[in-house]
């Protein structure tokens, strides 16, 4: 994996690496524009958000201290680029890193093929490390500040969980995914 650093995103799709289109290959239907994906992500994560902390407030109110509240919703500031860095390492070949902090959003792309599965994993990997497992062992413990970590770090990355969605929604087993600028593409390799 080579990664690169592409600074902020320009906001045109045309300035993102561009792939040429596969014989056969289907369009995902999913955001237009990073305007919209910035829309859903930030709505979903939300609910996402509110839907965690109300229990891990719950569990962890017999040791609440506001320094490990502060905490927990802090420090997750301080995972979006390990989380993109993630992301790059599910890669084999090219990956560029962008910034759009207007619209809330780090992102990488890599333009190489990738199976349904690989895909899926690599959008996921971050949460599954950064959300979900804090969490878990935040609830199990309980403590405060890990889990509320864990439940900013699973929303805030929502626009993750809308690929994975269209990934599995949209894409048939054997299938294989790239992207070309901003949006990604399915195909059947013959």
């Not at 958000?49 to 719950?58: D, E």
Request: charged share 15%; aromatic share 12%.
């Amino acid at each position: 994996m080579r990664l690169h650093y592409k600074g902020t995103y320009n906001l045109d799709p045309g300035s993102l690496p561009q792939n040429p289109r596969r014989p056969g290959a289907v369009p995902f239907k999913e955001a237009k524009d990073t305007k919209t994906l910035s829309v859903i992500g930030n709505v979903l994560g939300f609910a996402i958000i509110i839907l965690l902390t109300v229990p891990a407030i719950f569990r962890g109110r017999g040791t609440f201290s506001t320094d490990q509240m502060i905490a927990g919703c802090i420090l997750p500031m301080a995972a979006l680029l390990p989380h993109e860095l993630l992301h790059a390492l599910c890669f084999k070949e090219d990956v560029y890193i962008y910034t759009n902090l207007r619209q809330g959003m780090l992102f990488v792309i890599g333009p190489e093929d990738m199976s349904k599965s690989r895909n899926v994993f690599m959008a996921l990997l971050p949460n599954i490390v950064f959300g979900f497992i804090p969490y878990i062992i935040g609830m199990a413990l309980p403590n405060l500040a890990l889990s509320m970590f864990g439940a900013i770090c699973t929303g805030m990355v929502a626009g993750d969980y809308y690929y994975v969605f269209n990934t599995l929604t949209q894409v048939p087993n054997g299938g294989r995914i790239y992207t070309s600028g901003f949006s990604s593409y399915w195909y059947l390799p013959k």
